[in-house]
């Protein structure tokens, strides 16, 4: 299914030929398209990207962006989201329903379906970048990087392909408005927030428009400085933000075998039996996992193989994570380096198509695998990725393959005061708008936002509509529990 077209008013058809050719030269290309690229094709200096950026909004307006009024076909979305568990564990889809029922947050985390369906038969610009897919709020976090130092960036990529930037931006404020709502603030504050998500986007989307390409690829984001600017943080933020790098520094491979591993009585490590979070898988399951991680070295650099043909793998076990991925496979490998003292987690998770793949052109053939999908994006987004993500297969399916701990910690958003939480909200804006920069055209993507507040009023319309439709689809979740259409079930 191609993806919607850009909203269109009364246009000459040389302003739609214009329109056309700003779209196709700013764009993310395809991983196909980019292979076709030689070192003769020439840009326009970025001032002349901002105006082509600005001229967007004649065929893409603002207040067609704003509006949220569901389609008269639009599917019961409790009905695409069982489509959805198609493929998955059976037994666990209650396990998933239960946790997308506790609130119209986890209802949102969960069912990136429907608003990709949403997105799709709503307005788009037409400028492409390598899309999240799930930029959710809940998708930002702390990690390490290769030399241990722990940064801020988004953290999840599973829904990750080639779209519309804007698609990011609108599932981010309407995670934005439905997590403030939860957090009982009024509409006032409601908007607020989301504006101070859309004002961080279009700052840094200024910064980063006439920056060298060099320096925009090197830019990163410390605990104490969001992208070249000091954090001027209050108390209550400053402290939010140390626990959690506190979090992140104790989170590593040696913490991590103390809670979820014992020794046997050979005296061998084994995972700890936690159901139904954490269960052991059957012999054969175990030696095709196994089998699955040798297929998956050779997609890492040289250099990481070699090191890490130092480990062995010693346990394999079944892992439940998250919400929308809940019966989807995920496994955790326990592997044994430099003697017994010397661990380290494998997560070998299951990569599903993409929620915003039915609306939208397919990918190269290369990239049609998932897990290579979802490597790709996570490097091209992130500002230092994980250095031992690969992907593989197991029993026919696609898989991708990370650090399960590397210095992680989410910062927990429930209850934080307006003042704390709009900061997290600009900072999230952002950090997305670096990461859609690095694949999309900075300069055309904020000439079309623009310097003031009307794009920001926009999206503010926007997320308070959409996140009005996202509580009436957690209560239709919670009728279909009640009836006994779905079965929710937390062991």
Known sequence: MEKTPAVSTTLSSEEAAAHSKIVEASGAPTPGQLAARTFRTRREAWPARVDQGESLRRSSPFKAHAAWKPAADRPDPIALVEASNEGRVPELIPLRWARMAASPFAFMRGSACVMAWDLANGPSTGVDVVIDGDAHIGNFGLFGTPQCTVIMDLNDFDEVTVGPWEWDLKRLTASVNVAAKQNRMDRAERRAAVIATVKGYRWNLRRLEKMPILDLWAQHTLTNRLDGKDADLDKKTAAVLHAAEERARETNNASMLKSAAERDKNGCWR??????????????????????????????????????????????????????SVGTRAYLVLLIGNGERDPLFLQVKEATVPAHAPHLPPLSTDYRHEGRRVVFGQHLMQAAGDPLLGWTDIDGRPFYVRQMKNLKASIDVDGLSADSFNFFAWAYGSLLARAHSRSGDAAVISGYCGKSGPFDNAMADWAEAYGAQTRRDHAALLEAIRSGRVKADTP
């Not at 089998?291 to 439940?320: C, F, K, S």
């Open 271 to 324: 995972f700890k039996q936690q159901p139904p979070i954490l269960t052991p898988v059957d012999d054969t399951l175990r030696e095709q996992i196994i089998d699955g991680l040798d297929a998956y070295l050779p997609t890492l650099p040289v250099e990481r193989q070699y090191m890490l043909r130092r480990y062995h793998a010693v346990d394999v076990a079944r892992r439940v994570v998250g919400v929308g």
